[in-house]
């Protein structure tokens, strides 16, 4: 009598828990494992950035006492690569941030004027520094589409050359440290948990360095020549995030 009531009791269990999986819907597992929450922006991220620049330097040079004049613009290319750092937060589909980076910058151009003996050049490397805010639009928890405008600090190293005459030219090496403003926007895409891809361009805008171009002792003509040098630089880049929110 006992193996048959121990024989029922096991067949009701076992039948009861055949009907709880039956229940299921099917394709749902029966695993409690919890499931793996989508990538946000939030959080810190570091980075690598490379790219290329483009410098327009918009000359005038004025010849000290007469005040004849020369002007022309100086463009230059060249590569750039650098890092960034910065950290996000997420409002539904907004993101806002705020993002720093540093780069080093390489170019060189030279614009001669014949006629008036002045040679105008620009040398490397120079350094770039950026501060700013970003605001964008996430989708699909993939893509960021944002804007970006801030604070940029460039150095800018200018050689002016003027021939006053016979054998004997003057040179003018300066270095510009310049404050000025950037702003621009791109495209950012993370592939995977934590690490993301970005193209981006930035205009910055650098205000202007002078420099006064003095002859020697003994040379023919003794007019100094100022120069003027108006510097705003292009940038696009292409870099890759690592996130430590997500």
């Known amino acids: 009598m006992t193996r048959i009531l121990f024989r029922s009791f096991a067949l009701v269990v076992l039948m009861g828990g055949a009907a709880t999986a039956a229940d299921l819907p099917i394709g749902v597992p029966v695993s409690t494992l919890a499931t793996e929450a989508p990538p946000t922006w939030v959080g810190p991220y570091v980075g690598l950035n490379v790219g290329g620049r483009w410098l327009n330097d918009r000359i005038s040079t004025t010849t000290l006492p007469s005040g004849s004049a020369f002007s022309g613009t100086l463009n230059t290319w060249g590569a750039m690569g650098g890092l960034q750092a910065g950290y ?31 040679t105008d050049s620009i040398n490397s490397p120079g350094f770039l520094l950026t501060v700013r805010p970003r605001l964008g639009w996430a989708f699909d928890h993939r893509a960021l589409v944002y ?13 002016d050359s003027v021939n006053f005459g016979g054998p004997t030219t003057a040179l003018s090496d300066v270095i510009g440290r310049l404050s000025g403003w950037t702003a621009g926007g791109g495209l950012e895409y993370a592939f995977s948990r934590g690490v993301s891809a970005k193209i981006e361009y930035l205009y910055v805008g650098l205000g202007t360095i002078s420099s006064l171009v003095v002859p020697a002792a003994g040379a023919p003509s003794f007019a100094s020549v100022n120069v003027a040098h108006k510097l705003s630089d292009n940038i696009v880049r292409v870099g890759a995030n690592f996130h430590f929110g997500y």
């Open 88 to 118: 996000n937060w997420q409002f539904g589909n907004v993101v806002a941030g705020i993002e720093a980076d540093a780069n080093i910058l390489a170019a060189g151009s030279t614009l001669t004027n014949s006629a008036l003996g002045i």
């Open 147 to 159: 804007g970006t405008a801030g604070y940029a600090f460039e150095t800018v190293q200018v050689h």
